[in-house]
């Protein structure tokens, strides 16, 4: 206990002397005589909650250096880390990587000041508010008068509304499709260049989705009259043509309905640049279709047509030029889609689609050392795939891992596992596997696996998508266990004993999940959204009442022999990321999962438990050793299997901030428990009651590093446990002083690919 106070002493007073070390550096350091560091750079909103100072963050020209917590200017302090004097190799080589890897000190510039009040000015009036002011405060800081704090005041003023919307538009079919009633923009709205642009949008992407390939928003314009004094705007649309003078044979193209004629594949060449020596194949026999590549081919033609909703004899639209390319880019044997259209007559046009090969083989292997309730081991795994198997996209896997665990009581512990699986673009999967387990003093377990799988394609501007689990098919078999295993285990366990019992597991599951992230606006606030109904046994349930069979001595219908499970599974799972700033994000995240056996079975299987604590869960805890419930385990195997349940919990606070461009750090509170529903004899404290479970809620906190690889993620987490439920019964459930901390039982690190949530 005492080894461990002091090396927990020592890792809070290394992470002090450091804190200390890069705040004491003098920030202005490389700041030249005559300016100013920019200390700080924000804006101030007064009279309207319309328009935040966040809106308006992105206007200006000029920003401080980045911080973390909302004044530490890391970056910044590892830049001046540098010593000036860079005579020598050393210091010169301190002095590179130090720039390289911190960032340098803004300097304050008048000039873009002005330039950003400009900007924010403008922006206010494409918001409505045509009367806004800006103005700023400067304010000179620090000791050697070198900071400047820079506040940018916007006073909004009352906004102009609309009050009238029209439209004089000329063609019936444009004008049918902008008229007022389908229209984004409403009187009464405050005036928002952003939604009158999206109006445009929404008429021209209406237009071409009826086949009217060369309409562009760039007809469409507005005619806006706000002479009237009580801040009110009156807006017409109209089309910019009729403004002035065109050929007719212009006119007469944009309002010209356009037909596929043909579609061209282009499949892996360039015609400007073919091989020398390599030979341009075309093939034109299919109809319309026509497919030239270099070589040989990389996909069949019947998987090019169905892919694309673009058809010769049919109408371009918009909306099918946008599935087309969705459904070409899913294809993982596609690198790049293009896809462009010639004119070869009066409303006729010819697609033209190129697609570029991408890496069709890849193979991955990974080893990786383990640690797990005091016991060492060793992991090591191979995988292949070919996203291209059968020349139609189909995505071929194949992957083995073994594990090796030296265990502190002597025995040795080996799992392995081979597994293989082939998708089809249509999104339907098939996966078999194949996992055996060793425990020389316990037992040996096999588990066989199949499953067919299916996922629902994305609708368009849909946040949604839809998995199913169509079918999937388990067979536990245990050949061989120890009497000792037997006797002190099984035969004492109830909540177990049909988990370690030969059994089959036939289940069925569908997964919803949701998310408003956009790749267009990474810096956004997001939500993530999973929800999943899993259901086992009823199938064969029906047919053995059917047909009337007999049960086994455990009343329960068997297969082959072989008893199989029956549960209802439901599982919730909520993540909020909330971006404060591009390099500080606060991730709130909670999940709940309940699991109830019934009918053909009284327990669920081991492999469908619930397991608590490890990298994903209450980070304080080693995977698989907290709860259920006030349930305390001592590390070894007999516990450890016993430390399941039926029910789960897990609440997590995360803040992650980027340091450098490869480097995160992040701090955490986790809290969480599982539980079982029955009260179990062997799982004493355990089961859920409505009165008690809050106070059963472990709580854990801690700090992590995330290095993105480009890649992947790789994380380490170092958790503490805070609050131990196993602990109430001796009064010690408070990891702090008096009860202390120690190091094997209270706190540990996790190693794990990828963010927790």
Same mark, same amino acid.
């Given at each position: *206990?005492?080894?461990?106070?002091? *090396? ?80 020598? =190799? ?56 070198? =900071? ?58 209406? *237009? ?8 562009? =928003? ?78 040989? =081919? ?460």
């Amino acid at each position: *206990m005492l080894r461990a106070r002091k *090396m927990h002493r020592l890792l809070v007073g290394l992470g002090a002397g450091v804190l200390i070390l890069f705040s004491s550096c003098n920030t202005a350091k490389f700041v030249p005589e005559g300016q100013y560091l920019l200390n700080k750079a924000k804006v101030r909103v007064e009279d309207t909650k319309e328009i935040s100072s966040s809106d308006l963050n992105s206007y200006l020209r000029q920003k401080h250096n980045s911080e973390i917590f909302g004044f530490w200017k890391l970056q910044l302090h590892v830049y001046n880390t540098a010593p000036r004097d860079t005579s020598t =190799k050393a210091n010169k080589w301190f002095a590179n990587n130090a720039h390289k890897m911190g960032e340098a000190p803004v300097i304050y510039d008048d000039m873009l000041t002005g330039v950003s009040m400009e900007q924010i000015g403008l922006a206010m009036k494409n918001r409505g508010y045509f009367n806004a002011g800006v103005d700023t405060t400067k304010r000179v800081t620090g000791k050697d008068g070198k =900071k400047m704090n820079l506040t940018y005041h916007v006073t909004a003023n009352a906004p102009y509304r609309i009050a009238e919307y029209s439209t004089l538009i000329e063609e019936p079919e444009v004008e049918e499709i902008a008229r007022q009633d389908r229209s984004l923009v409403k009187v009464g709205d405050i005036y928002n260049t952003a939604t009158l642009d999206e109006e445009r949008q929404r008429v021209t992407t209406a *237009m071409r989705n009826r086949g009217y390939y060369y309409f562009d =928003k760039t007809l469409l314009a507005y005619a806006a009259d706000s002479s009237n004094q009580n801040n009110t705007v009156k807006l017409q649309m109209h089309l910019t043509h009729y403004q002035g003078i065109i050929p007719d044979s212009i006119r007469h193209r944009i309002y010209t309905k356009q037909t596929i004629r043909r579609v061209c594949f282009h499949t892996d060449y360039d015609p400007s640049r073919v091989p020398e020596g390599l030979i341009l194949h075309t093939d034109s026999g299919e109809g319309d279709y026509v497919y030239s590549y270099v070589g040989t =081919k990389f996909l069949r033609h019947r998987v090019l047509r169905k892919r694309t909703a673009l058809k010769p004899g049919e109408m371009f639209s918009e909306r099918r030029l946008e599935r087309t390319y969705t459904n070409l880019n899913s294809l993982g044997a596609v690198k790049y889609v293009d896809i462009s259209f010639t004119p070869v007559d009066s409303g006729l046009l010819d697609c033209h689609i190129t697609l570029s090969r991408a890496k069709i083989h890849t193979i991955s292997a990974e080893v990786e050392g383990t640690y797990s309730a005091g016991d060492w081991g060793i992991a090591a795994g191979v995988g292949y795939a070919n996203k291209n198997i059968f020349r139609g996209g189909e995505l071929f896997t194949l992957n083995g891992r073994g594990s090796y665990e030296w265990r502190t009581n002597g025995s040795r512990a080996i799992e392995a596992r081979a597994e293989a699986g082939l998708q089809w673009p249509n999104q339907l999967k098939i996966n078999i596997a194949y996992n055996y387990q060793q425990r020389p003093d316990e037992y040996t377990r096999t588990l066989a696996n199949a499953g067919l799988y299916y996922t629902a394609p994305r609708k368009p501007r849909s946040h949604w998508t839809h998995s199913f689990n169509l079918v999937d098919i388990s067979y536990i078999y245990l050949p061989w266990m120890s009497d000792r295993f037997r006797k002190d285990f099984i035969e004492k366990s109830s909540a177990l004993r049909a988990s370690y019992e030969d059994h089959f597991i036939l289940d069925w599951s569908y997964t919803g999940r949701y998310t408003n992230y956009s790749s267009r606006n990474p810096n956004r606030s997001y939500i993530n959204f999973q929800y999943t109904l899993e259901t086992a046994g009823n199938f064969l349930y029906g047919v053995a009442s059917l047909a009337n069979l007999s049960k086994n001595e455990q009343g329960s219908y068997t297969l082959f022999n072989t008893p199989f499970a029956q549960y209802a599974k439901g599982d919730v799972n909520f993540t909020y990321h909330h971006v404060i700033h591009p390099q500080h994000k606060l991730v709130y995240h909670a999940g709940i999962g309940v699991i109830v056996p019934y009918l053909n079975a009284t327990t669920v299987p081991f492999e469908k438990r619930y397991f608590a604590g490890g990298s994903n869960s209450v980070r304080g805890w080693q995977a698989r050793t907290l709860g259920p419930g006030t349930f305390r385990g001592e590390g070894n195997t007999l516990v450890y299997d016993l430390q399941a349940g039926d029910i789960r919990l897990d609440l997590n606070l995360e803040y992650r901030f980027k340091v450098l461009k490869f480097l995160e750090l992040a701090a955490f509170t986790d809290a969480g428990n599982i539980w079982t529903i029955r009260d179990y004899e062997q799982q004493p404290g355990g089961v859920f009651r409505f009165d008690s479970f809050y106070k059963q809620i472990a709580w854990a906190y801690g700090v992590g590093v995330r290095l993105d690889l480009s890649l992947f993620i790789f994380r380490v987490d170092f958790g503490v446990k805070l609050y131990d439920p196993s602990r109430m019964a001796e009064g010690k459930q408070w990891r702090t002083a008096p009860n202390g901390l120690g190091w094997n039982d209270d706190m540990t690190f996790h190693f794990a690919i990828g963010h927790p949530f």
